[in-house]
């Protein structure tokens, strides 16, 4: 089964045509403030608007106001929405779009009782611990921490790089993986080299 994949933390519509030209099934648009990928819905219109047909847009909250994402979803076509903050079941599920809900995984995480209380997510998105840092860390974490019999419905993120994700995806196997950090020039460039390198290493992994 091909492994989908994700590119976070698109600022600038070259990078998007970029992460669609290599490959990739998504792109992620960052709507918060401390975040050096944050765009505003300016920014995200111009994106989406450059982007190909059949590339999901994702909208990624930390703890937003609905006002904001009723904004952005009235104003920005996206797809799907990711949150990474703290934001409950109820939630999530309110805003009127299918949902991805991002767990950061520490050694006493339950991932099944995450899937259980997030039964109404499209998936859950694994992502590295940090404490205060909601994502993007461009950390790893231990893979294994995963349970077996859940990993195929998951995006795994955290520290993928060009390098890493063929091992990744074979230990692993998720239903997806998500790079941010991994791709770029500096926080929000994205190297289209390093792009065309990680839809590689996905690749290789598959075969």
Not at 101 to 117: P, Y
Request: charged share 25%.
């Amino acid at each position: 089964m091909r492994t989908r994949v994700k590119i976070c933390g698109i600022t600038r519509p070259q990078d998007g045509v970029a992460a669609a030209k290599a490959g990739a099934d998504a792109i992620g648009l960052v709507f918060y403030p401390p975040s050096p990928r944050n765009v505003d819905i300016a920014q995200a219109r111009e994106i989406c608007d450059a982007l190909p047909p059949f590339v999901s847009k994702v909208a990624l909250f930390v703890n937003a106001e609905a006002v904001l994402i009723r904004e952005v979803r009235e104003a920005v076509p996206i797809d799907i929405i990711q949150f990474h903050g703290n934001e409950c079941p109820d939630y999530c599920q309110k805003h009127g779009l299918p949902y991805i809900k991002a767990i950061r995984m520490r050694e006493d995480t339950d991932l099944h009782k995450e899937r259980e209380n997030f039964a109404s997510a499209s998936a859950l998105l694994v992502d590295a611990y940090k404490a205060g840092v909601p994502g993007g860390t461009g950390e790893s974490f231990d893979w294994s921490l995963i349970p077996e019999e859940l990993a195929g419905d998951i995006i795994l993120a955290g520290g993928l790089t060009p390098d890493n994700v063929g091992d990744a995806i074979t230990q692993v196997h998720p239903w997806a993986v998500d790079v941010s950090g991994g791709v770029e020039e500096s926080p929000g460039v994205k190297s289209h080299a390093a792009i065309e390198s990680f839809m590689q290493g996905v690749e290789v992994a598959k075969q």
